[in-house]
T-cell receptor
Framework: AQKITQTQPGMFVQEKEAVTLDCTYDTSDQSYGLFWYKQPSSGEMIFLIY??????QNATEGRYSLNFQKARKSANLVISASQLGDSAMYFC???????????????FGQGTILTVHP | DTEVTQTPKHLVMGMTNKKSLKCEQHMGHRAMYWYKQKAKKPPELMFV???????INESVPSRFSPECPNSSLLNLHLHALQPEDSALYLC????????????????FGSGTQLSVL
């Protein structure tokens, strides 16, 4: 069974600074996908960035980058130049390949609440 | 159009009521999901439909009854709920849901905040 761990319940950052949100995972699958989602107080889960287990380069999407260290099984999210609108809950998630009873399942970590101060 | 639309946004119901949550997407996705989320907790998967067939039921109590009338619509029928069922119910969709692909991202709606009195 796969497991996602986010060890930071809450993080604070000053506006315009960079922040790293930690995520570690555990899986016996060779093929898997790692995702980060943002959930503002409005409730919607917003997709931020994706990293495949076979991708050799770290994923980047605008101000978001994923620091993927496969040997350490970590997939940390880096947000550069933080903005007040970045204040939200952030979830790391992993998708395992279909097969057996794990068909199409996306499993989430416990989440990190990020607060951006002006 | 990359939206997943959920109605209603808020719902208050008594334990003897019957109500339904609705979800709609027009992205041509063939997999649709229901998640339950308690405050400050991660979403928990309830059901997965793929090509209008129920693929996953995560041992959800029978007082929750999903329905997928067509590839664009997903309903969650609620009956005789308990106060502990109060939560945010999120609907999501993805392109296919089948096969070995692990890069399918889920598109989520804004959720229905359910309160059971």
């Amino acid at each position: 069974a796969q497991k996602i761990t986010q060890t930071q319940p809450g993080m604070f950052v000053q506006e315009k600074e960079a922040v790293t949100l930690d995520c570690t995972y555990d899986t016996s699958d060779q093929s898997y996908g790692l995702f980060w989602y943002k959930q503002p107080s409005s409730g919607e889960m917003i997709f931020l960035i994706y990293q495949g287990s076979y991708d050799e380069q770290n994923a980047t999407e605008g101000r978001y980058s994923l620091n993927f260290q496969k040997a350490r099984k970590s997939a940390n999210l880096v947000i550069s130049a933080s903005q007040l609108g970045d204040s939200a809950m952030y979830f790391c998630a992993m998708r395992e390949p279909a097969g057996g009873t794990s068909y199409g399942k996306l499993t989430f970590g416990q989440g990190t609440i990020l607060t951006v101060h002006p | 159009d990359t939206e997943v639309t959920q109605t209603p946004k808020h719902l208050v119901m008594g334990m003897t009521n019957k109500k339904s949550l609705k979800c709609e997407q027009h992205m041509g996705h063939r997999a649709m999901y229901w998640y339950k989320q308690k405050a400050k907790k991660p979403p928990e998967l309830m059901f997965v439909y793929s090509y209008e067939k129920l693929s996953i039921n995560e041992s959800v109590p029978s007082r929750f009854s999903p329905e997928c009338p067509n590839s664009s619509l997903l309903n969650l029928h609620l009956h005789a709920l308990q106060p502990e069922d109060s939560a945010l119910y999120l609907c999501a969709s993805s392109q296919d849901g089948r096969g070995p692909a692990t890069n399918e991202k889920l598109f989520f709606g804004s959720g229905t905040q359910l309160s059971v009195l």
